[in-house]
């Protein structure tokens, strides 16, 4: 079966197919680069409607005969963007005459790792810029164990470096001057599973307030100072806490659940410290860590288009007059149709 995949749920316009016979899938993507600040809305939905005819025409063009079925991200996302995703993924499904498959991005982040590790009952931690989740699969449905209570991870770098003056998005910029940094205290809230990331951003704000970013034009060099707390600092104690909090969190979660396997998913996840800290935690403990590379982590169709083939070979497909998109679409209102027989 060869499923194609259409994403569109904020910045990253993308098309993929996937081979369910070979496993192999090729993703097209293009990505919204705002020229300044955060991810505005409207004009990423005029990127979705420029892009996506022309990544879907590439995926396309390079899949290895017809297409069986369409699967699109109906949520959760930015509603102007997942409604041009939605439409395109429609007409495509219409003209090829073949069903249509609505699938959750969150759902799709994890399992990703899943499908590629082949985990029997895994913990999955959702590092992504708009979420922060850890899901744990009992009873037919991902369980929210954990999660932000108030942005998600990427998210929060990202109001961080606007307040710098840098370019979107600030994740890889954090993880680039974070090398030259040394730590510095800052807030750390865990609840139990649950964590919060507003009073650490507030207080990494402030520690940089009193650095000069009047010039700033997007890198880390334009903001030394000698009478504030070097950017660097708090770079590197930012992304020490905030990965703290997700790596302790995980653990919890492995250890009440009783798993032995923690599978990574979101952009956040292309960080290599994240990663270092959540394996060394792993193999503390001797559970398995998996983390796909950086291609299925960020936002992407090759994730769409995999779950989108496990959800079409299990009929768990949706009529077009049924496939509203749902930005708020969470992850545990999802009947998992293609894990029928698992019960952890
Ligand atoms: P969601 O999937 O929740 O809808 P999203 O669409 O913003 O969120 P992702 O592609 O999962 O998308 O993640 C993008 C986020 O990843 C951005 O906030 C970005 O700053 C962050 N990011 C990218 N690379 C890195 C990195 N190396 N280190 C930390 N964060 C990173």
Not at 51 to 79: M, N, Q, Y
Not at 95 to 104: Q, R, S
Not at 140 to 163: P, Q, S, W
């Amino acid at each position: 079966m060869r499923v194609l995949g259409v994403e569109g749920t904020a910045w990253c316009a993308s098309a993929a197919v996937h081979d369910t016979e070979t496993d192999e899938t090729f993703i097209e993507s293009d990505a919204y680069e705002p020229e300044s600040g955060g991810i505005h809305p409207r004009e990423a939905a005029e990127h979705m409607g420029e892009a996506i005819p022309r990544v879907v025409e590439t995926a396309v063009s390079h899949a290895d005969g017809d297409i069986d079925a369409v699967a699109f991200s109906k949520g959760p996302g930015l509603g102007p963007c997942l409604r041009v995703a939605g439409t395109a993924a429609r007409a495509l499904a219409g003209t090829l005459d073949v069903p249509l498959v609505g699938v959750n991005h969150m759902v799709a982040h994890l399992e990703i790792g899943r499908h590629e590790a082949e985990f029997d009952s895994p913990v999955c931690l959702n590092a992504s810029g708009a979420n922060a989740h850890l899901l744990g699969f009992h009873d037919g449905r991902y369980r929210v164990l954990g999660e932000t209570m108030d942005t998600g991870v990427g998210n929060a770098i990202d109001k961080f470096t606007r307040h710098l003056g840098w370019s979107h998005p600030g994740g890889p910029k954090v993880e680039a001057a974070a090398k030259d940094g040394e730590y510095v205290d800052l807030p750390y809230v865990v609840k139990g599973m649950d964590f919060s990331f507003s009073g650490l951003m507030s207080a990494a704000k402030q520690a940089v307030d009193d650095v000069s970013t009047s010039e700033a034009s997007g890198g880390p060099s334009e903001h030394r100072s000698d009478d504030g707390t070097p950017v660097e600092d708090v770079c590197f104690s930012l992304q020490e806490q905030i990965f703290a909090m997700l790596t302790e969190v995980s653990e919890r979660a492995l250890s009440l659940t009783g798993s032995d396997e923690l599978v990574l998913g979101g952009g956040v996840g292309q960080n290599a410290r994240l990663r270092e800290m959540l394996e060394k935690m792993c193999e503390q403990r001797g559970a398995a860590f998996y983390a796909p590379e950086a291609r299925f982590l960020r936002d992407n169709a090759g994730m769409i288009a995999v779950l989108g083939a496990e959800m079409a070979r299990a009929g768990d497909t949706v009529p077009i007059a049924d496939s509203a998109i749902d930005p708020n679409f969470r992850p545990d209102e999802v009947p998992v149709s293609w894990r029928e027989n698992e019960s952890v």
